[in-house]
Nanobody, 122 residues
């Protein structure tokens, strides 16, 4: 079984910074993409950003230039560095990983974390 466990959420003032972590464990052959989604109260879940093993990345316009998914660090961990936080960033954040469970797999699997609350307020 593949598990994603998130940590690092909490309360932060506007303009502050916060880093989320997501530890991935289980039987995984390779991860081809890592990313984060978020869902604010009363709103649809939206993509925050993702990076791929091929070197590409994409971020929502609302977080571009402020949020970063680092490529360095533990291979089994997904990070989200958040700077210049705004009240509208308040949401439950979910980490996501896409990959293969073994070398014989023909299709991708998607794995999700349990979610962690980020609240930006003064």
């Amino acid at each position: 079984q593949v598990q994603l466990v998130e940590s690092g959420g909490g309360l932060v003032q506007p303009g502050g910074s916060l880093t989320l972590s997501c530890v991935v464990s289980g039987s995984i052959f390779s991860i081809v993409a890592k990313g984060w989604y978020r869902q604010a109260p009363g709103k649809e879940r939206e993509l925050v950003g993702f990076i791929t093993s091929g070197g590409s990345s994409n971020y929502a316009d609302s977080v571009k230039g402020r949020f970063t998914i680092p490529r360095d660090g533990a291979k089994n961990t997904v990070y989200l560095q958040m700077n210049s936080l705004k009240p509208e960033d308040t949401a439950v954040y979910y980490c996501n990983a896409r990959g293969y469970t073994d070398y014989k797999s023909h299709t991708f699997d998607d794995w999700w974390g349990q979610g962690t609350q980020v609240t930006v307020s003064s």
